[in-house]
């Protein structure tokens, strides 16, 4: 199998990759996946910064919403062995509250606020080489989220008006790649470390179905601008 881990970090906690599914190595393991965490986490304040540039309201939901899952798995999955045993994931019901709930900029920031509260909770100064590292990371985030709530107060919250043509054409370019994905064209899922036949058929045909519409209903908008 793929494995898209840099050897970068991995290298400084192993020989090779295959040792950390030896239960004997857990705790090397366990501070790699750390490691790799807190390398994520450091660009989290860019991630921020680009969020609060977004004026449009499906716009800023349409970004926002898998950069709040992706912090939200980052803490299901720090300091976890279970990741070296099989697949960790968000519960479904947290991902309901994720796309129900991310509206406006204070929800974004609440939900970075959180999420990295939890990781800082979760660090082993004692034994987690990386520990310091990670409880700045989650410290930078956190000040960058008081900061963007200090902004938001003079800034005024989204737009739900239409967007510009530009935005637009953003979002059917977007819609354009997930059919790409979708369907399995120019080699877009092999690119993603994802097998061309893998996945469940159902849950295939129903993504192309999403795919069909919105690139359809985007050209419509699009004529008619």
């Not at 992706?70 to 519960?91: H, Q, S, W």
């Not at 058929?201 to 069909?212: S, T």
Request: aromatic share 8%; charged share 20%.
């Amino acid at each position: 199998p793929r494995m898209f881990w840099p050897r970068e970090i991995w290298g400084e906690y192993a020989e090779e990759l295959d040792e950390f599914k030896d239960p004997e190595n857990r705790e090397e393991a366990v501070c790699c996946l750390n490691h790799m965490i807190t390398d994520a986490l450091n660009h989290a304040t860019k991630s921020l910064d680009y969020m609060n540039e977004l004026q449009h309201k499906w716009v800023f939901r349409f970004c926002a919403i898998p950069q709040v899952m992706a912090i939200a798995t980052l803490a299901a999955c720090y300091n976890n062995g279970k990741v070296f045993e099989g697949v960790v994931k968000i519960r479904r019901g947290k991902t309901a509250r994720i796309v129900t709930g991310l509206n406006s900029y204070e929800d974004l920031v609440h939900a970075f606020y959180g999420y990295t509260g939890d990781i800082a909770a979760a660090v082993q100064p004692t034994v987690d080489p990386s520990a310091k590292e990670t409880l700045q990371a989650c410290k930078d985030i956190q000040d960058k989220c008081e900061e963007m709530v200090r902004s938001v107060a003079g800034k005024g919250g989204l737009s739900s008006q239409q967007g510009s043509f530009g935005s637009k054409i953003a979002l059917f370019l977007l819609a354009l790649g997930y059919a790409s994905y979708a369907f399995s064209l120019g080699g877009v899922r092999e690119s993603l470390g994802v097998s061309a036949d893998a996945g469940d058929p159902m849950i295939d045909l129903i993504q192309k179905i999403i795919a069909v519409l919105c690139v359809l209903g985007l050209s419509v908008v699009l004529c008619l601008e």
